[in-house]
């Protein structure tokens, strides 16, 4: 079995708010057929992929916000994809909003899910970092509403055997966290997707506004080096509903090298081919966990209330 594989990272250009979810779909599937032609295995789609980012402005009506949620993947809005994914044999990755039953009570996460290239579920993941808060912020340009609309996820970060190595999923601001790499590097991950909608501006600390394109970079990288893993992360870009958003969408080497990146804010495809067996070097090297971490001599974790900041 080949350790090569071709990834194509499919970046959206803003969604508007009454884009249908046809034509958000149909996007979709011309990138996948661009990847197709370009030799792609698997190609990468962001997160929340169906829509504009929603939780960017106030929705009052639960059925409203529950519109932007889907209840079965593959469903009515994505079959067609899911269909042509199948037809040309690759694989993908899709962020969308998910309404689903979880010991008989309605949930509602922040989703992905990794599909084969027989057009069949891989596995699926839950956004567990939920930036944000709860209550609407009216002075604020724009909303981060991620804790209101969304539940923390409740699956873990897994990883499954497929496209010939080891894959695991988080979502956005999941890839700020350096726990989120080490816990896929410790189940073995090879290569890590993941979505984003980041705006490029921080209207709680403006004074960051320069660095996001920065912390963008060192968090993907970081991940990506310290465990040993490729890291395909894709961006919704351009201005979205008023918000613009950063783009950036990139593919890293388990040395941390950028190794192909997007370089417009709109619909774009980046490909590269990923050698699995790059990770290697990293993982039987430096970052060998089991010869050199070091746990039993970490010390006592202080409590979160403790580390706390001020204020
Ligand atoms: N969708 C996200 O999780 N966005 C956050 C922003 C709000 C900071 C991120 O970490 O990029």
Request: aromatic content about 10%; overall charge negative; some cysteine.
């Amino acid at each position: 079995m080949t350790r090569q594989l071709t990834i194509g990272a499919a970046q959206s250009g803003p969604i508007p708010r009454d884009q249908s979810r046809a034509d958000a779909l149909e996007r979709l599937i011309v990138m996948l057929r661009e990847g197709h032609q370009r030799g792609c295995d698997l190609v990468v789609f962001t997160e929340c992929a169906l829509t504009a980012f929603f939780p960017h402005w106030l929705i009052e009506d639960p059925a409203e916000l529950d519109s932007y949620f889907e209840t079965a993947v593959p469903g009515p809005d994505t079959q067609a994809l899911f269909d042509e994914a199948r037809r040309l044999g690759v694989g993908f990755h899709l962020g969308f909003a998910e309404l689903a039953e979880v010991d008989g009570e309605v949930r509602h996460f922040n989703s992905s899910i990794l599909v084969g290239p027989d057009g069949v579920e891989i596995g699926r993941f839950r956004k567990i970092h939920l930036p944000g808060y709860s209550e609407p912020r009216p002075d604020h340009p724009f909303q981060n509403l991620e804790k209101r609309y969304f539940d923390v996820g409740d699956l873990g970060f897994d990883t499954w055997r497929a496209f010939g190595g080891t894959v695991g999923m988080c979502i956005c601001n999941d890839r700020r966290w350096p726990e989120t790499y080490r816990v896929l590097g410790l189940r073995g991950a090879e290569l890590i997707l993941l979505g984003y909608n980041t705006p490029s501006n921080n209207p709680d600390y403006p004074e960051m506004n320069p660095l996001v394109p920065f912390h963008n970079r060192l968090s993907m990288q970081s991940g990506a080096y310290q465990n040993g893993a490729w890291v395909v992360g894709v961006a919704k870009a351009g201005e979205e509903e008023g918000v613009m958003q950063l783009g950036q969408t990139m593919i890293i080497a388990p040395s941390g090298e950028i190794v192909a990146q997007a370089t417009t804010l709109q619909d774009e495809l980046i490909v590269h081919t990923c050698d699995l067996d790059a990770t290697r070097p990293y993982k039987e090297g430096i970052f060998h966990f089991g010869k050199n971490r070091r746990v039993e001599h970490y010390g006592p974790i202080t409590s979160q209330t403790e580390a706390e900041p001020p204020g």
